[in-house]
Every structure is written in structure tokens, then in C-alpha cells.
């Protein structure tokens, strides 16, 4: 199974900054399938990203998915209020079993 | 429009059993690899497993956790999903989505699911 760890758990940072997320497997994942989902409270989650840097769709163009193999990023380059939430990446790539990463929370500073 | 709808969730006792459903609507069910997702409270997220389409052999495979206690099948002719939960613990308690895909942009709201004595 492949273990998805995030960092950092919690990130402090202000509107308008910038914000950047980590996502590392335990081993590479095929194909860059990797995916990114924000989970506002009461709400289900919101794909973001998938296949590494593919926006989905309606997703604002300050979000942006980089990385390959094991190493993987999710950067928001100017944090609006509703920016603010939990963040969790998806491996979906190494079958037959999916995994998610444990999150990180988006907090304002 | 695409629509996921889950129901079934209730409160059970431990050891004990409970099935849910999910039904599709605004996309070509059958072809569609479902999976459920679950969340306990104040956790994360955590995929549960899936059953493949019909036509990929209609396979299921399961996260560590629940495999040999839950089941997923489908009815396509009912555009539903089901989870058969047995000998359910404490910590199966969550709201349980399914959705569809290998990569998830399409959620149902989901149904909560507590397991207490």
C-alpha cells in the first residue's frame, strides 16, 4: 500500500500570501496520479487537481498541482478567505488500493 | 446533472450490521467504478474500497481496515451502489460518500454512520 504523508500538518499564513503543501509516497506513483481535494466544513470535498497539475474543472487558476514520482505539490498563490480549509491529496495510481494523505489544515494566521 | 445520492446510515451497536446505498443519476452508471470514502469525526479522509464496472469484471477491492467485513456490490439496473457493513466497531463511525471515478469529482452529501453501545 502506498502511504501518503502531508506537510505541514497546519499551515498559519494571512489573505494574499502564498501558500504551498506537501504531498510524499512511499514509493512512486504511476502515472503522477495523484489528486487534490479542499474539505470545507459541512461540505463534501471539492477535487482541486488531479493526474498532478490538471485543474479541474471551475477550479480558480491561483491553485496549481506540480511534482512527479513521490514528491508533489499543492500551491495557492494568493489565498482568498474561502481558501481556508483542509487539504488532502489522493494516490490513485498504484492499484487496486486508493489512499489519501492525512491533510493539512489551512488555518488563518 | 451528475448526482450522487447516499442512504442507509443509522445507529448501530457494535458487532452489528448495516447497509447502505448510494444512486446515481446524470451519467452512464454502468460504466462507472464506484467507491465509497469515509470520514470519522475529526479525522481524515480514508477510501473504504470499490467495485469495478461490469465490463472490468465487476472486481471489488477494499481498504485494510474493512476487508472481510465490508462488502461493495451495484445493481446497474438501479443505477445504485451498496456497502454491506458487518461486525461494525467504533471507529467504522463517519459520514460515508461514494463517488465515482479513479480520481473523485463527483460526491454524494453522504450518510452518517455511528456505531455505539
Known amino acids: 500500500e502506498t502511504v501518503l504523508t502531508q506537510s505541514p500538518g497546519t499551515l498559519s499564513l494571512s489573505p494574499g500570501e502564498r501558500a504551498t503543501l506537501s504531498c510524499r509516497a512511499s514509493q512512486s506513483i504511476t502515472a503522477n496520479y495523484l489528486a487534490w481535494y479542499q474539505l470545507l466544513s459541512g461540505q463534501a470535498p471539492r477535487l482541486l487537481i488531479y493526474s498532478a497539475s490538471i485543474r479541474a474543472t471551475g477550479i480558480p487558476d491561483r491553485f496549481s498541482g506540480s511534482g512527479s514520482g513521490t514528491d508533489f505539490t499543492l500551491t495557492i498563490s494568493r489565498l482568498e478567505p474561502e481558501d481556508f480549509a483542509v487539504y488532502y491529496c489522493q494516490q490513485y495510481g498504484n492499484s487496486p488500493i486508493y489512499t489519501f494523505g492525512q491533510g493539512t489544515k489551512l488555518e488563518i494566521k | 446533472e451528475e448526482e450522487l445520492v447516499e442512504s442507509g446510515g443509522d445507529l448501530v451497536k457494535p458487532g452489528g450490521s448495516l447497509r447502505l446505498a448510494c444512486v446515481g443519476s446524470?451519467?452512464?452508471?454502468?460504466?462507472?467504478?464506484m467507491s465509497w470514502v469515509r470520514q470519522a469525526p475529526g479525522k481524515g479522509l480514508e477510501w473504504v474500497g470499490r467495485?469495478?464496472?461490469?465490463?472490468?469484471?465487476?472486481?471489488?477491492d477494499y481498504a485494510a481496515p474493512v476487508k472481510g467485513r465490508f462488502i461493495i456490490s451495484r445493481d446497474d439496473s438501479r443505477n445504485t451502489a451498496y456497502l454491506q457493513m458487518n461486525n461494525l466497531k467504533i471507529e467504522d463511525t463517519g459520514i460515508y460518500h461514494c463517488?465515482?471515478?479513479?480520481?473523485?469529482?463527483?460526491w454524494g452529501r453522504g450518510t452518517l454512520v455511528t456505531v455505539s453501545s
Open positions: 463517488v465515482v471515478g479513479w480520481y473523485f469529482d463527483l
Open positions: 446524470g451519467f452512464t452508471f454502468s460504466n462507472a467504478w
Open positions: 467495485v469495478k464496472s461490469k465490463p472490468n469484471g465487476e472486481t471489488t
